[in-house]
């Protein structure tokens, strides 16, 4: 019996170290400015498609143009109303932005997506612009549209800012980013002040979608909340 008890002893010391895992250091903090784990500030509830290709004739092109877009719907669940004035950022692998420029996409873009998608309310994003009132019955449909950037997409990204208040400042020293809390902060900040917005960041991948453009499947990946 005293040899079992010694035996078992032995083993559950040899558990220790493997133990010791479970009590880690947390992970390093990031070293560039993330969002509150809990939101700072009010947010909007955005619901928004997959990005589809489509080709449209537009006046004034000799071939058919090429664009992508993704149709959304803003809701204000807030206890106020707010305003919606937001930027749609479409990132490339290369590292190309390109933002969603509603006054100068032809309007026979829009028109186009619009009775693709057979959706009889979805309006411009230059009209849903502005204040949107509390309630579901008040939300927002538009779509986001964009020149096509390349005929093989691969893995991309769209930010778009707007749906949250959070906005913190911050100046950089030694070539990091320092949050401004206090009124002598912002004094000395100077030309080094830097504005971020709580940003939502979607990716998506496309796999060989330079073969046959917009017939591909788009997938989805996990989102993200960023400060940008």
Not at 9 to 14: E, R, S, T, Y
Not at 139 to 158: D, M, N, Y
Request: aromatic share 10%.
């Amino acid at each position: 019996m005293r040899k079992t008890t010694r035996l078992l002893a032995l083993a559950l010391l040899a558990l220790i170290p493997a133990a010791g895992g479970v009590f880690a250091d947390p992970p390093a903090k990031p070293s560039y400015p993330v969002p509150y784990v809990y939101p700072l500030s009010w947010e909007l509830k955005f619901e928004h498609g997959l990005p589809q290709r489509i080709v449209v004739d537009v006046p004034g092109s000799k071939a058919p143009q090429a664009y992508w877009y993704m149709t959304y719907l803003v809701t204000n669940k807030t206890d106020r109303e707010q305003m919606w004035l937001p930027t749609f950022e479409f990132l490339t692998e290369e590292g190309k932005v390109i933002q969603s420029d509603a006054k100068n996409i032809p309007n026979k873009v829009f028109e186009a997506i619009k009775a693709r998608e057979h959706r009889p309310l979805l309006d411009p994003a230059t009209k849903v612009a502005g204040t949107i009132r509390l309630g579901d019955a008040e939300a927002k449909e538009s779509v986001a549209i964009w020149e096509e950037p390349a005929l093989r997409l691969g893995r991309f990204s769209i930010f778009i800012s707007g749906l949250s208040g959070e906005v913190r400042q911050f100046k950089k020293v030694d070539g990091s980013l320092v949050e401004l809390k206090t009124g002598a902060d912002f004094k000395d900040a100077k030309d080094n002040l830097v504005i971020l917005r709580k940003t939502l960041q979607l990716n998506f991948f496309i796999n060989g979608d330079d073969v046959y453009p917009g017939e591909d499947v788009v997938n989805e990946k996990a989102e993200d909340w960023v400060m940008r």
